[in-house]
Every structure is written in C-alpha cells, then in structure tokens.
C-alpha cells in the first residue's frame, strides 16, 4: 500500500494552497507548477494532490502532471520523492526512458507503481525492471505483468520466468504458467544481452504481422476444409503459420498468451498439447474464436475438453452443437451437452455418419424422451 502523503510536513505555502478553503488564484497557480519558492519535490507533490481532486483545479493539473516543465521535472528526479508522487509519475512518462530509468532507481519507489508499470512499458523500460531480480522475487506479480506485456523481449520473458522457477514461485497470473515453466525447463535460457536476440526479433516480427492481418474471428477462420474434407491453413495465413513455426515451445506458448486471434487459433491446433493448452486458456480469448475451436476437428482434446468444462462458453448453443458434433471432444463431455440441443440438431445428429456411434445412440434416445 501507497502511504499517503502527510499535508502538515510540507511547506506553508504548499499548506496554504492545498487548503480547501486556499485561494482560487494560488491554486490555479499551482495547478500549473508554478510556485515561487517551494522546491521542485514539494511542487510536485502540490500539483499531484490537487490532481487527486475535483473541479478545474483538478483538471489543469493532471494536465501538468503528464507534462511537467523541464527544471521541475529534472528537479524533482533529484531529490528522494515520495512513494505516492513516484505512482503518479511513472504512468505519465511511462514511455520517456531516461526518467522512467530514475524513478525505478528510487529507493522509497513502491512495487505496486513497479507492477504497473511492468504491464505497460514498452522494451526498454521492461529491461530496466527486469534487471531487479530482488524486486521481481518479492513482489512476483511484476514478473506476472512483464511476461504478459508484449512489449517485453522474449529473451527476457524466459529469463524472468526460469528465475521464477528456480525460486519456486507460483505465479497465478499467467493463465498457463505450468505449461510455461515444463517449456523453460526444456530450453537454454540466453544470458542478458544489449541488444535483441534472433528470437526476440522473431517474436516481435510474428506479433506484428498478425497485428497487419487485420484479423476478425466472426468473419473467417485461419483453416479451410479442402475437397476432401481435411483443414489446412488458408493461404492468407500461410505466412504467419510459417514463423509460428519457426518458434519454440516457449515463444509459441507466449505468443499464444499474448498474440492476437489468428495466433491463437493457429495455436490450437498445434501438435504439442503444451502449446494448444496455453493459446485456449490465453485472457485475450474472445467467444467467436472459441465457437471457431470448438468446431476444429484437429484442435487437441485439451481444448476442447478446456471449452466444456466452462460454464461461460458452454451457454453459447453454437458451441454447444460443436462439441457434440465434434468426434475429437470426450464422450463424456460431448453426451453431457446432448440434452441441451433442440430438436432438430437431435434428429440431425441421429442420423449423422460425421459424429460417433455413442454420441448419435444418446441423441436418439434424447429424441424418443421429447417424444414422451
């Protein structure tokens, strides 16, 4: 927790200012770092609590926050700030790497405003917080929001992972971390480098031609049946299957957790159950995909079996059907959803030679209990 900031240690004339009943005119002042007298440190604590209020005032000093004047700012990173005004600044220059690099070197800096700022960095800040193995350790969520941050080298996204491994740290933030520490435990994790490594070229390179596709899972799916009724990846997506296989079981499954709709469902339906169980269970998923999953006939049983046993995708009656249609999704699970079909996809299935004898057997029967 953020301690808040003790009003009666600053300065009168911050005092005098942050008073409810202060003047309008010295708080409007203030609201634009302008303060005669007071201190960089203490302006800046000024100007981040009148951004904590409401009104004008308010208004014009988040404003200043995200824009502060240059000897006010460089001031400030001078001095020892305070844990709350660290937290206000590091959203605002999030993107700004050499006072991002100065507020993650202060000592009072809080590892909840490190967490933060670890889920939206882009790479070079990430390399600076992950350079603190003794933050990461005792606060792991900071590993949690970097592994799941596309903006951290994969290289790194290892590194941080196999020093949560080797410290036995469990981390329930990423969806698929059992399956992410058995991929790190099989691979050789490259030492810290300056400069982005192959992979972590590979891997950004992959994240932005998916982002090119423009890809939208209600309108199309990355396979197509060919005449003899086999999938096979549509030639759109050819390219991108292409350097999805050119990763390895660790990149894939990030990928698959971190990557967009057309990653995820060429992931699937990869062969390594590993890799197909982490793009499923990925927190980006949307619901047109997992329509699109459940009707894949060579998607793993760990996806499907994933797909049944939620109870939020199992309402939508489309994936009902899929996963009873699906010869792939254990029995099981496919019979269970059998009395939730209407009647006319039981009589469909009754007579289908595209779904089990089981599974056709059990919505004959479901029909003869309607009948009654």
Partial sequence: MIPPIDVTKLPAAAQK??????????????????????????????????????????????????????????????????????????????DDVSVMERL??????????????????????????????????????????LYMNKGTRMSTADRIIELAVRNKLELTGIPAYKEVAIAIGQELIAEPSDEPTPDDILFR??????AALAFDPKAEDTHILSDDGEEKVAAKFVPLYARVGMMTIAQKIRIALVGDAAERLLLMRDSNRLVAGAAIRSPLIQDPEVVRASASRVVSEEVLKTISLNKDWVQNYQVKVNLVTNPRTPFPMAVRLVPYLREHELKSISKSKNVTAPIAQAAKQQLNRKVR
Avoid: S, W
């Avoid at 800096?109 to 600076?128: D, M, N, Q, S």
């Avoid at 390179?205 to 998916?210: K, N, P, Q, S």
């Fill in 104 to 145: 993650l070197g202060m000592p009072r800096i809080a590892l909840t405003t490190i967490e933060e700022a670890a889920g939206r960095c882009k790479e070079h800040v990430a390399e600076l917080i992950a350079t603190n193995e003794q933050r990461m350790l005792a606060h792991p969520p900071i590993i949690e929001r």
């Fill in 17 to 94: 200012i942050l008073d409810p009943a202060g003047p309008a005119p010295l708080k409007n002042m203030a609201a634009k770092a302008v303060v005669p007298g007071l201190k960089p440190a203490d302006l800046i604590i000024v100007v981040a609590l009148l951004a904590e209020g409401e009104g004008p005032h308010a208004d014009l000093a988040r404003q200043t926050l995200a824009k502060l004047p240059l000897p006010v700012l460089n001031g400030a990173l001078g001095a020892d700030l305070e844990p709350f005004v660290i937290d206000k600044l590091a959203p605002a220059y999030i």
């Fill in 205 to 210: 390179e992959t994240l932005d031609e998916a």
